[in-house]
């Protein structure tokens, strides 16, 4: 049989218990179930090594800015299990912070999926989201003194990189 | 009035922009630090490896990326859904009638319009995108072969990708960067004649086909270069979320093209090719190569298949308008939508954020293949020779303008 997200959703509670489900959003036509951010790996490890779902495949880590009014910064994770043809999407929610000295803090699922190495690092770099937990968390796509995460949506860019005008 | 640059050169700029992930303080006797790249032939394009060597042999590999970083994220959150067409063909600038399609295809199903299409532009959606997987795999077949030493295949499939090119070229009117596959529909049909000549194309390729397989995959010195080399084992190919034919190469049967079945690839005839091991160990160099030259054949099938349709029960007709069902104001609802699609080189996924009161995406996040497949490189070259470094990242098959966007 297909499992549901209704079903997926029961048995992360079954496992975890009623609390550690934060919020879903059913309404989109590919629901999402909004974990504890402390409890994101025990999910996603029990997502993987479940006998009745074996999501073996991270399709993708995005993270989400929703602006300094909403100040939330979401992580969405989409799972995916080549064995039985099954999606889901994890989402965690964190505040903004400043981007500067408050960044948020979501624990990292590198040890789930390696998948999420890489992924973790470009919201990071991007976002400014710190993974805790993390082996390697460096920048990967802008240089490693780049000031400021550009796709925050409240992002101004730097004046000068190394003595080069950066707007132009 | 431009400013001067005022730009002094300071040596610590590197260091401090791009600093060395190895420690250079605590290196054994005779290990060294070695560059490759950013500007290196083999690594196919501004991609800069740092290695830890002894000798001949790697010890430690580590990537350097952003080289080629373009802000495709940044300029999506900007653009309506249509202008942002033009910058996903520069992402896997190899295969953008591939990327296009993915992309196209997202968009629709958010509007809901993905029903709407008609038959024949689907078909010449495969087409198209069936032909640019067939010039992606010629690129990374030849330029794998001049990697490791063959010069002659690369000027064979060089030869061959041109046609596709000029075929693609009078299509759209570009030869790399199309913009062709509109949301909803196409920018043109296809040119009258172009069905025919697509076929003699698929006449004259057939036995070239089978020359590149004989003087590539079946090739003694190739097989000793390749086989046993950089073997990926499955269950680390799953961890790392490889896709595309090195998910394949492993020798897992999965083709998001079978098992999405999405555009018309359902009522299409093909197999999937899969790496068995049959030179060396499941999941090496050779069989990654075996299957993208497999794949080719399989590609062939489909455009035959395309054409047949296109010239028989979806034929051009007068009254014909493909740009019909494009949409003159592209506002899908708020939701948050996660697409896939069999690029050549693996899942291509759009993550989409819309607010349903702008025609501007408020997320766009790319899911490259290359960038996912670039990853397992550390794990798989660990105490292998540098010239067989060469030969992974090779068959790796990677566009650097997919992976820094």
Redesign the interface.
Known sequence: MSYTFQDIKEAIQARFGEYVVAGE?TA???P?LIVKTSLVKDVCLFLRDDKRFFF?????V?A??NGPVKNTLEV?Y?LYS?PF?LFF?LKVEVERGDGKEQLPEVPSVVDV???A???EREAYD?YGVKFSGHP?L????????WEGY??RKDYIEQEFY????VAY | MS?P????F?PT?LE????L?IDAGILKRGEMIINMGPQHPSTHGVLRLEILTDGEIVKDVSPH??YL?R?Y??HA?KLPYNQVIPFVDRMDYMAAMNSEHAYAMGVE?MLGIEHDIPKRIEYIRVLVAELNRLSSHFVAIGTYGLDIGAFTPFLWVMRDREHINRLLEWVSGARMLYNYIWVGGLFYDLPVGFEERCKDFVAYLKPKLIELQKVIIDNKIFIERTANIGVLPLDLA????ITGPMLRGSG?K?DLRK?DAYSVYPEIDFDVPIGTGAMGTTGDCWDRTHVRVMECFESVKIIEQCIEQLLGEHKRTREFDPQAVVPKKIRPKA????V?AENPKG?L?F?F?TTGNTDIP??C?V?APS??NL??LQ?VSKNVMIADLVAILGSFDIVMGEI??
């Open positions: 959003n989109l036509g590919q999402q073996d495949q991270l399709s993708c995005s989400v800015d969405i989409h080549i043809h999407v999926w390696r998948t190495d890489w992924h991007m390697d460096r920048r990967i796509l802008l240089p490693a003194d550009p796709l190394h003595g080069i005008k | 400013q640059i005022n730009h002094t300071d700029h401090r922009s791009e600093p992930v990326m952003g970083h802000c994220e940044k959150e199903r799953i961890n790392y979320g897992l999965f098992v939701m948050d939508f996660y896939r899942e996924g993550f954020r408020f997320r996040k899911r960038f996912v990853s397992v794990a820094d966007r």
